[in-house]
């Protein structure tokens, strides 16, 4: 079978990446230990005060002000590119797991714009379409390497 | 069920005369959120019982976990036990599921480790959480009052015994 029809019904079993959330969701509720989302939007709060910083000193070294810390620990907001960079820096952390949940958001959408590639990547056969098809698949095992649908 | 769910996030706060100390964590070795929050003067249940509504609200925990009465009754009071029922009662109403450990069961939990008294117990927290070794404090000299600061580790303290009593089954 070639690569790319075996990614399409890969792909096909959730026509919209959107639907895993939905199924993700099901699956917390029928089995909380089986997955879980994560219930914390960030880490930036918890880095901070291991290292004793207040929000004032964390703003002076990310380079952005107070408020904006604030609303970042909060959830309100999300950490421009700089910031974000910046804190994974700080902190010697990455961003996903400094930022589990914007993480997950992120992925999803890439994912759901991998299902739509995955489509017109199918058609093309040439050696440059079935490196592209590749990539889609491993992006595939990467985010369900974690997951067992039953 | 007895075990505790991965993720279960766990909230515990020990009020003492001066305020509240609470951790915020979402397993035995991995706080999230903590902290005292100084409340002195009048009215001091009430604004004990306000700060932990607010953390209750802010931080939505699955699970409360405060001391037993009769351990938490040492010295003053009824005082403390009618906080604390209050912090249950509301948490109750909130669906949130309390869960209530007695110095016996902290002390069961820490007796592997060879700690029994507080500052040993809260000594053995800061050797297994980096976050909190800044924070402990000197052994108290009996002419010292208690540091606050050691109630931090009291509420570390009932989050460990919470796991300990009910371990996830993904901890052996």
Not at chain 2, 3 to 27: M, S
Not at chain 2, 116 to 131: F, G, K, L
């Amino acid at each position: 079978m070639a690569e790319g029809s075996a990614i399409s019904t890969a792909f096909a079993r959730w026509p919209s990446w959107a639907t895993i959330k939905i199924r993700r969701c099901d699956l917390d509720i029928a089995d909380s230990s089986f997955l879980s989302m994560p219930k914390i939007q960030c880490y930036v709060l918890t880095r901070r005060k291991e290292w004793c910083l207040t929000q004032d000193e964390l703003a002076k070294l990310v380079g952005s002000y107070r408020e904006k810390i604030r609303a970042i620990e909060n959830g309100t907001t999300r950490p421009t590119a700089d910031e974000l960079m910046a804190f994974a820096f700080i902190f010697s952390h990455t961003a996903p797991d400094l930022f589990p949940a914007y993480a997950d958001s992120v992925q999803d959408e890439v994912m759901a714009a991998a299902a739509q590639l995955s489509k017109k990547f199918e058609r093309d056969k040439t050696q440059k379409g079935r490196r592209k098809t590749r990539l889609l698949q491993d992006m595939l095992a990467r985010v369900t390497s974690h997951v067992e649908y039953v | 069920m007895t075990g505790t769910h991965p993720g279960e996030l766990v909230l515990a706060i020990r009020p003492f005369t001066k305020g509240l100390a609470y951790v915020f964590a979402e397993g035995p070795l991995s706080p999230i959120d903590w902290g005292a929050k100084e409340i002195i003067g009048a009215k001091w249940n009430a604004r004990c019982f306000a700060a932990a509504r607010a953390l209750l609200d802010h931080l939505k925990p699955d699970v409360l976990v405060l001391a037993k009465e009769e351990e938490t009754a040492r010295g003053s009071s009824g005082r403390a036990q009618r906080l604390l029922n209050l912090m249950a009662n509301h948490a109750h109403g909130q669906s949130i599921e309390v869960c209530r450990y007695s110095r016996t069961d902290v002390r069961t939990c820490f007796a592997d480790v060879g700690a029994v008294t507080r500052h040993e117990i809260a000594e053995a927290i800061a050797s297994q959480i980096p976050a909190f070794a800044h924070r402990l404090p000197p052994p108290r000299r009996n002419w010292d009052n208690e540091s606050p600061r050691l109630y931090l580790f009291d509420a570390a303290a009932l989050v460990m015994a919470h796991y300990c009593a009910r371990p996830s089954p993904d901890i052996d």
